[in-house]
């Protein structure tokens, strides 16, 4: 955590009270570029907006109470960082999900934006079609009548032009977002095998070590490369806890698989050491 320097007691206690309010600050070290990523609870004109815009529907498994806007600041194609990328999550992983774009940042991975679903009334479609890196959604699967794992405010789609959910319909296959078809070719060249820029492949690794262990991008019947997000399991349990005990177990889980991953040898491959997450 960077520190900061006030320049007199009158300012210190201002900005006292405002980092009191705010419970996570982050800065990043790369000079010139001191952008500031928070965690904000939801308040009732939040709550009341995401309810307006079929954000949050009846019935929702976690409400406005459980749920935190981080914003933060990302590196978009163009190489330059912008500062107004937002991203809803369950509290008990917000911290968490900051640092992940904190690092995706720091390691130059470029993000075309990431706006609140709001904006699309709520509408997957119209957030994917768009290139929108968003998480939080109660909503269901695609063509399904299963609660998505971004009803629980768990699961982040990141990049879905560059990172398509690709369906199999016969002897064809169907890419949403239609533009994403362009990425079905993971790479960018042989022989170098050189991923594309933006695909979720360059940062399994970043999201893993922060307790999204699972990916879409390995699954079979459906092919999901921009969605990675907790076992089912987990995210129900953390539903039904507190938010203080929700995130104990929340790290608990994180701890377990670095934990896991760094052990060495076969025991501790990325595919090993989510298996046998609980």
């Known amino acids: 955590m960077a520190m900061l320097g006030f320049e007199s007691a009158g300012r210190c206690a201002t900005a006292c009270i405002i980092l009191s309010m705010l419970p996570v600050l982050v800065l990043t070290a790369r000079a010139g570029e001191a952008q500031v990523g928070t965690i904000v609870p939801v308040d009732h004109a939040m709550c009341d907006h995401m309810r307006q815009h079929n954000v949050i529907r009846a019935n929702a498994v976690v409400g406005c109470e459980r749920l935190s806007l981080i914003k933060f600041s990302y590196r978009g194609y163009d190489g330059q960082v912008r500062g107004d990328g937002e991203i809803m999550v369950m509290d008990a992983a917000a911290e968490n999900v900051l640092r992940i774009f904190t690092k995706l940042r720091e390691i130059g991975f470029p993000i075309a934006k990431a706006r609140l679903i709001d ?5 997957d479609d119209a957030s994917i079609a768009d290139n929108n890196t968003s998480a939080f959604n109660s909503r269901t699967v695609a063509g399904t009548n299963a609660l998505s794992l971004h009803a629980y405010g768990l699961a982040i789609d990141i990049n879905p032009v560059q990172n ?4 199999r319909s016969g002897a ?4 949403s977002p239609p533009a994403s078809a362009a990425y079905a070719d993971r790479l960018k060249g042989q022989p170098e095998k050189w991923l594309r820029l933006g695909m979720a492949e ?77």
């Open 119 to 123: 904006h699309y009334d709520g509408s």
């Open 164 to 167: 398509p959910y690709v369906q």
């Open 172 to 175: 064809k296959l169907k890419f």
């Open 202 to 278: 360059a940062v399994i690794d970043v999201f893993a070590d922060e307790g999204f262990v699972i990916w879409g991008g390995t699954w079979t019947s459906a092919i999901d490369y921009q969605h990675f997000q907790v076992s089912r399991g987990l995210a129900q349990r953390l539903a039904h806890l507190s938010p203080d005990e929700a995130k104990a177990v929340f790290r608990q889980h994180v701890e377990r698989y670095r934990s896991c991953r760094t052990k060495g040898g076969p025991d501790s491959s990325r595919s090993k050491c989510v298996a046998d997450q609980p």
